[in-house]
């Protein structure tokens, strides 16, 4: 089947301290890859996304690149922001079939000054 | 350009008590989505409509109906709420069900 795994969170670092959430994915065929991040009382707004193999991702700073070797899709931030304190979701998306979008649970983070 | 729209923004239910929430797209997407986002859970899909006049269950659909009235607008109706049904609603939008997805502010929904 299709799933994603993310690490669990919360997770509270220090304004300008660098940022791993790691994201795994098990998946039939070649997906697509998605951050998606929600800020507090939003909707989800896209991060950043990838469409194959050793593509990466970056958008405000954030990267993620796709490693079908190890089927992870790790999100990275070499200096993080107070106001990049959100819950981040890694997802992925089949190319084909029907129920196509599928979201790993998320991860809090929080910044601090 | 609002891209997607969501009502209403909150709402208590009574159990048994039926309502519809709303959802509006302005981007010319054909595919729209309704997910559920409960503690621990991350997102789950309820029904989505890969294109006008079509809908299609996802992981989670009892308790809940669906209408795509046209293009633009995917409507999601509890005819009977009960507690279980207290979440998050997010309503979503893509070009194709290919494509990245775009979601609505979110509709806080509180079954008493």
């Known amino acids: 089947g299709n799933s994603v795994t993310q690490m669990e969170g919360p997770v509270t670092l220090s304004e300008e301290a660098f940022l791993t959430i790691n994201c795994t994915y098990t998946?039939?065929?070649?997906?697509?890859l998605f951050w998606y991040v929600q800020y507090p009382g939003e909707g989800l707004q896209l991060l950043l996304k990838?469409?194959?193999?050793?593509d990466k991702g970056s958008n405000k700073g954030f990267e993620a690149t796709y490693r079908k070797e190890t089927t992870s899709f790790h999100l990275e931030k070499g200096s993080v922001q107070v106001s990049d304190s959100a819950v981040y979701f890694c997802?992925?998306?089949?190319?084909?079939?029907?129920?196509?979008?599928?979201f790993g649970t998320g991860t809090r983070l929080t910044v601090i000054p | 350009n609002a891209g997607v729209t969501q009502t209403p923004k909150f709402q208590v239910l009574k159990t048994g008590q039926s309502m519809t929430l709303q959802c509006a797209q302005d981007?010319?997407?054909?595919?729209m989505y309704w997910y559920r986002q409960d503690p621990g859970m991350g997102l789950r899909l309820i029904y989505y409509?890969?294109?006008?006049?079509?809908?299609d269950k996802g992981e989670v659909p009892n308790g809940y109906n669906v209408s795509r009235l046209n293009k633009r607008e995917f409507s999601l109706r509890l005819e009977s709420a009960a507690p279980s049904q207290t979440s998050v609603y997010f309503c979503?939008?893509?070009?194709?069900?290919?494509?990245?997805?775009?979601f609505g502010p979110g509709t806080r929904l509180t079954v008493t």
């Open positions: 979503a939008s893509s070009l194709d069900k290919s494509y990245e997805q775009y």
């Open positions: 998946a039939t065929g070649y997906p697509s």
């Open positions: 990838a469409t194959k193999a050793d």
């Open positions: 997802a992925l998306s089949k190319r084909t079939g029907a129920n196509n979008l599928f």
């Open positions: 981007m010319n997407h054909n595919s």
């Open positions: 409509s890969a294109s006008e006049g079509t809908t």
